[in-house]
């Protein structure tokens, strides 16, 4: 049984006219009706990396402006910010090799999320890299000092908790790693 289904009619806020009430370099602020949330400019969408090297989960530790401070996440990037005509898949493995340090041999879709859609329009794809291997050393680009964390599976949970601990914030998409541990 599903309640509020589109046949039922969602009511005039949801067929309003989009507004966009600000629109900077990255972020617009947009309106329909009176729901106002944000998304990224020119239609960017991210890449979550989902890794594995010698049965330990690549994790990053960068500073997020947003965030006020270092953040834990899962390796990511924007499609077609640098690289036009950019794939999920291509891009999939260029921020793990840049970020991490760590290239894959095969990349499989799992699917397109969205981590916050009462606030944000911005989804992203989750991917699993295959065939992974060290071939640099990793840490970003343009003074990004990305932190890579290599953690054994069964201490994932252990792991977050310390760094949230220190006052690391951590990125909801981190979710995936510890459900299991969790449920």
């Known amino acids: 049984m599903t309640l509020g289904s589109a046949e039922e009619g969602w009511g005039p806020d949801f067929d309003a006219p989009l507004e966009v009430m600000w629109e900077g370099r990255f972020v617009r602020a947009l309106r329909r009706g009176k729901w106002e949330f944000a998304g990224r400019t020119r239609g960017i969408r991210a890449v979550v990396i989902l890794a594995e090297h010698d049965g330990c989960y690549i994790l990053v530790e960068q500073h997020r402006v947003a965030v006020g401070g270092p953040c834990l996440e899962l390796p990511a990037g924007l499609i077609g910010d640098v690289h036009e005509g950019a794939t ?29 859609p009462g606030m944000l329009s911005e989804s992203f794809t989750l991917v699993r890299a295959h065939g992974v291997r060290r071939i640099g050393e990793g840490g970003g ?9 290599l953690v054994p599976k069964a201490e994932v949970a252990a792991f977050v908790a310390g760094r949230r601990d220190a006052g690391v ?10 459900a299991p541990s969790w449920l």
Do not use: M, N, Y
């Not at 914030?169 to 510890?178: E, G, H």
């Open 88 to 116: 999920a898949e291509s891009t999939a493995v260029h921020e793990l090799e840049e970020e991490t340090g760590f290239t894959a041999e095969r990349i499989e879709t799992l699917g397109d999320f969205h981590a916050s």
């Open 141 to 149: 680009v343009d003074g990004e000092r990305i932190t890579t964390h």
């Open 169 to 178: 914030a951590v990125d909801v998409k981190l979710l995936v790693l510890l």
